[in-house]
């Protein structure tokens, strides 16, 4: 079976870890690999596409263990949590406030940038 898309490499330095993790979803789900089944080769073409810098990134933050003994699950939380952004609640909250309604911008488009300011960091 021909596979469908092409993944690029992942780079720790130049690519956004959400947004590659986001294609590798997609890509599994058009090429009809299901995590039940098809465990081992969801884990092989995730670190097959980390670049060397990735690969010795993964391998450092498993070690003693090597990165084709855990699980793909198991290599997805570690990057997930290696890469979750840390950001000050002070910092947040001014650029939320500090958000104004640009020329030209449409009552909607705004709503939806206020409610991307708000849903991750839930500020009350």
């Known amino acids: 079976m021909a596979e469908i898309g092409h993944l690029r490499e992942f780079s720790p330095i130049s690519s956004d870890w959400s947004i590659f993790k986001a294609r590798l979803l ?3 789900a058009a090429n009809g690999i299901k995590e039940e089944k098809d465990e081992d080769r969801m884990k092989a073409i995730l ?18 263990e090597k990165p084709e003994q855990r699980t ?15 950001q000050s609640a002070f ?6 406030y500090a958000a104004r309604k640009e020329y030209g911008e449409t009552a ?10 708000v849903i991750p960091y839930a500020i009350k």
Do not use: H, M
């Open 26 to 28: 997609n890509y599994f």
């Open 47 to 64: 670190l097959n596409t980390c670049d060397e810098e990735a690969y010795k990134l993964i391998f450092d933050l498993v070690s003693p």
């Open 72 to 86: 793909f699950g198991q290599l997805i939380k570690v990057f997930d949590e290696y890469f979750k952004p840390q």
């Open 91 to 96: 910092a947040l909250r001014y650029k939320f």
């Open 108 to 117: 909607t488009q705004w709503a939806g940038r206020l409610r991307r300011l």
